[in-house]
């Protein structure tokens, strides 16, 4: 008997505590961040061990009508689409109909990467890991900001043109439009749109009842948030991002109910139902394959999570916190960021949506929830966070400052805009226009016309375009050659969202 008690005092004392979070302590958290970052909208759920214990709206789905966010209202998912991508394709390699390491090319004849050898060996994998050879954010102007003349089809004819920066399957590059094109493989192999597929294979079984793969398939839209960007110091609700051709890489609305339906599954191994007695996709899918390291992304090990590995699976960002296995990934369209995060091994899953783009709100909610399970000591991240962002804004703002006083001063200069009028031509990106209209220059986009703007002069053959859309946030240089046959582009600001990868264009000259 006094053996016994001294095992339980020794099991009490060595065993992990984890706390958890209050629904009071969550509200407060809440409110602190909708204040701190200026965020109209935020919902909140949180699952354990197979139950909802928390799921909540606060603040407004819109400044416009001040309706209130609730746990049914619906968001834009972004990014996190992406993990239902890989869980389709997961479904689609159960059924034996597909495998990871098939060539793309099987399904997709037209498929054409940089180089031959790459283009034959480009797998379905790499088409879900972010290790192409492709920079950052390749080719996204394509699909963003508008893109609404890019069809799938031209985006994997375009693939060709796009350079790598690094060698196949060697580094870590987030991208986009390969997700797309993922998206295409499971409408050639399961003869449905990748939209049906995921309401059809995924939402609908699990009674994801108010979610669609697309804003544009939802049934109701009376409990959906407006996106919102805060301009020039103030927030403004701008025009809602709709483009299916980016479905499959960011494309579904859901809400926190909904999504927690999505958590539960995983956390579940695949399987759903009272009894867990159905499944949507196989744990082996999930543990060697969608949950497996894939590519390695550097960490360094540090306080408070003391992180040893952290690397992309197949739509999941992997690491270990605090010695628990982290898999999480973030998503974030134009005035909406997201976030979900699950440990497996706590059962535990968190999901974050926000109708304003400020990710370090969004981040400060989610690490403050997943440290109370962790058991670290609390830290203020709401206020840390806050700091951080002002700072980084003053930083941007001190840049972006510098070059608009060089346009101010340089451009009272006698400059000759006609040598630089004509028609440009990128491979990829099509064809812009730089034309000149009582007495100004302005840059407009064929293929992308929201891509639109006025142009200034900023020194030597440099100049710079600000568009007259002010939510993109991404003004940029505009470099002509000494002859004035070839632009080069590059943001102003470090801080430009990857998206807008004018670095990669070379647009050369095709009329004057």
């Known amino acids: 008997m006094k053996n016994h008690i001294y095992f339980l005092l020794a099991l009490l004392f060595t065993a992990p505590c984890f706390s958890q979070i209050s629904e009071t302590e969550v509200d407060a958290l809440a409110e602190k961040t909708l204040k701190a970052f200026n965020i109209p909208g935020i919902a909140i759920a949180i699952v354990k061990d197979g139950k909802i214990i928390h799921s909540k709206g606060y603040g407004v789905r819109s400044i416009k009508t001040n309706e209130k966010v609730d746990a049914n209202t619906l968001f834009g998912i972004a990014s996190n689409s992406k993990a239902f991508t890989t ?5 689609l390699v159960d059924e034996g109909k597909v495998n990871w390491d098939d060539k793309v090319v099987k ?31 390749a080719g996204d102007l394509m699909i963003w900001p508008d893109g609404s003349d890019f069809t799938a089809k031209d985006i994997i004819h375009n693939l060709q043109f796009l350079k790598p920066v690094s060698p196949f399957r060697t580094k870590f590059d987030y991208d986009n439009l390969l997700y797309a094109v993922a ?5 050639k192999v ?15 079984p699990l009674e994801m009842k108010n979610s669609a793969g697309t804003f544009l398939t939802l049934k109701d839209t009376t409990n959906v948030i407006a996106p919102h960007v805060p301009i020039d110091g103030k927030l403004k609700i701008v025009r809602r991002y709709t483009n299916q051709i980016l479905d499959a890489a960011g494309g579904i609305y859901s809400s926190v109910n909904d999504m927690s339906q999505w958590m539960i599954m995983q956390l579940n191994k695949g399987k759903y139902g009272a009894s867990l007695e159905n499944k ?3 744990e082996e899918q999930q543990r060697e394959e969608m949950w ?10 540090k306080p408070p999570y003391n992180s040893h590995f952290s690397g992309y699976g197949l739509g999941w960002f992997l690491s270990d916190m605090k010695g628990y296995k982290e898999v999480t990934h973030t998503g974030g369209l134009e005035g909406i960021v997201t976030q979900t995060t699950l440990y497996p091994e706590l059962n535990l899953g968190i999901v974050v949506l926000t109708n304003q783009q400020a990710g370090k709100g969004l981040r400060a909610i989610t690490n403050t929830i997943k440290n109370a399970y962790l058991g670290i000591e609390y830290i203020d991240y709401v206020n840390l966070y806050a700091q951080m962002l002002k700072d980084q804004n003053a930083g941007v703002d001190q840049a972006t400052t510098s070059v608009w006083e060089t346009v101010n001063k340089n451009g009272k200069g006698a400059v000759d805009f006609k040598k630089y009028i004509g028609t440009y031509t990128d491979n990829w990106f099509g064809d812009i226009t730089v034309s000149e209209k009582k007495g100004k220059l302005y840059f407009n986009s064929k293929r992308s016309p929201q891509l639109a703007g006025e142009i200034f002069y900023y020194k030597d053959n440099t100049f710079v375009v600000k568009w007259h859309n002010r939510s993109y ?9 000494e002859n004035n046959t070839n632009i080069k582009m590059k943001a102003i600001s470090e801080a430009t969202d990857f998206s807008y990868d004018f670095q990669d264009l070379d647009f050369k000259l095709v009329k004057k």
């Open 87 to 91: 869980a389709a394709l997961a479904i």
């Open 280 to 282: 949507i996709f196989s």
């Open 190 to 204: 399961s003869g449905k749109s990748w939209t049906d597929f995921i309401e059809q294979r995924i939402m609908q």
């Open 107 to 137: 399904y997709i004849p037209e498929f054409k990467m940089y180089n031959d050898y790459v283009t034959q060996e480009f797998t379905i994998r790499d088409l879900l890991t972010h290790r192409s050879g492709l920079g950052l954010g």
């Open 292 to 301: 497996q390291l894939q590519t390695i992304i550097p960490t360094t090990t």
């Open 183 to 187: 998206g295409k493989v499971i409408e």
């Open 473 to 481: 946030d991404a003004d940029a240089f505009m470099t002509f050659s």
